[in-house]
């Protein structure tokens, strides 16, 4: 039976920590200082599942506790766009989105950040052109979460690409799918 986006709703407070330790146990440990800026802003605004989601994942990466599977650091966490002097646009490259909508989760290496937007979505902010793309979206935190953590898995070699990639085309995510910039391209 095929993966549903519904089969993930709550992976982040209920599933996250258990796949963590089975694949990722030996990742270091988040550490962000106590003053990163807060999710709280973000959570009025965003759909029930996604509030829930983001709330979860804030507290274990608060805790010091979470493998840093994500490039969590304190630059990539809670990015503070206006005082970095970086814009946003949505992946139109015209309409302007405020910082009070988006919120940094990680980084993909290469200087682009993970974001969470007001509609539940997550995307990645590139940093070139200050643009949330369109085609690396995910329909929702909890979803891109489990990805992220197969993801990684299978890069360090704890996990078979086998096992997980049918799992990625069931639930249809540009964010795997694209075949320019997508999970499933780089996950070798």
């Known amino acids: 039976m095929?993966?549903?986006l519904t089969d993930l709703r709550g992976y982040a407070d209920r599933d996250l920590d258990a796949d963590l330790a089975r694949w990722l146990p030996d990742e270091p440990r988040i550490e962000i200082p106590a003053e990163t800026r807060s999710v709280d802003g973000l959570l009025d605004r965003l759909p029930p599942d996604g509030a829930a989601a983001l709330t979860a994942l804030d507290r274990r990466v608060r805790s010091g506790a979470m493998p840093n599977f994500l490039?969590?650091?304190?630059?990539?966490?809670g990015f503070g766009f206006a005082e970095n002097d970086c814009g946003i646009v949505d992946s139109d490259y015209e309409t302007e989105v405020s910082e009070e909508d988006?919120?940094?989760?990680?980084?993909?290496g290469g200087g682009n950040l993970y974001t969470v937007l007001a509609n539940g979505q997550?995307?990645?902010?590139f940093h070139e052109e200050e643009v949330l793309e369109g085609g690396t979206r995910f329909d929702n935190l909890d979803v891109?979460?489990?990805s992220a953590v197969r993801y990684a898995a299978v890069r360090r070699g704890t996990l078979r690409r086998s096992e997980v990639e049918a799992d990625f085309i069931a639930l249809g995510q540009d964010g795997a799918l694209d075949p320019e910039?997508?999970?499933l391209r780089y996950m070798k």
């Open 2 to 4: 095929a993966l549903t």
């Open 71 to 77: 490039d969590v650091h304190d630059w990539s966490y």
């Open 102 to 108: 988006v919120y940094t989760i990680g980084a993909d």
């Open 122 to 125: 997550v995307a990645i902010w």
């Open 144 to 146: 891109f979460l489990w």
């Open 181 to 183: 910039v997508g999970m």
